[in-house]
């Protein structure tokens, strides 16, 4: 999560990949408020994609997070990030609707890209009987 640990990561990509530039890096799995305090920081990761963006190393900023969703509503109010991934099967259904409700307010004024993830792999998951790890 940090300035130069992200840069690494991006550079190595980019030569395993054989390409000069990602159309989307994320912030992946974000869950306190002290992965929030470090990827915010002056050294963190996020100053490191906007430097990445401004040389054209990548496109879009996005973030994911599959545990509390405060912390991705705090991230969205600190910085506009072009996508967000949640997680929302792990909530009780109240509560997933509640979540959505609120991330999706929060996102109308912010022309933010949501997507939730393994929605129709995990009702697929129930529904075949299969249990724990990957199945696929």
């Given at each position: 999560?940090?300035?130069?640990?992200?840069?690494?990561?991006?550079?190595?990509?980019?030569?395993?990949?054989?390409?000069?530039?990602?159309?989307?890096?994320?912030?992946?799995?974000?869950?306190?408020?002290e992965?929030?305090?470090?990827?915010?920081?002056?050294?963190?990761a996020?100053?490191?994609?906007?430097?990445?963006?401004?040389?054209?190393?990548?496109?879009?900023?996005?973030?994911?997070?599959?545990?509390?969703p405060?912390?991705?509503?705090?991230?969205?109010?600190?910085?506009?990030?072009?996508?967000?991934?949640?997680?929302?099967?792990?909530?009780?259904?109240?509560?997933?609707?509640?979540?959505?409700?609120?991330?999706?307010?929060?996102?109308?004024?912010?022309?933010?890209?949501?997507?939730?993830?393994?929605?129709?792999?995990?009702?697929?998951?129930?529904?075949?009987?299969?249990?724990?790890?990957?199945?696929?």
């Open positions: 999560r940090s300035y130069e640990g992200t840069m690494f990561l991006l550079n190595d990509s980019l030569k395993r990949l054989k390409t000069d530039h990602l159309d989307l890096l994320q912030l992946h799995d974000l869950r306190t408020e992965d929030l305090e470090e990827i915010f920081s002056g050294s963190g996020l100053r490191a994609l906007k430097d990445a963006r401004k040389e054209g190393k990548i496109k879009f900023i996005g973030i994911t997070g599959h545990h509390d405060q912390i991705l509503i705090s991230a969205i109010k600190r910085y506009e990030f072009d996508t967000v991934l949640a997680h929302w099967i792990r909530y009780r259904f109240s509560f997933v609707l509640l979540y959505i409700i609120i991330l999706l307010a929060s996102f109308i004024h912010k022309y933010i890209a949501m997507y939730l993830w393994t929605a129709l792999s995990s009702v697929i998951k129930t529904l075949l009987g299969k249990t724990g790890g990957h199945w696929f």
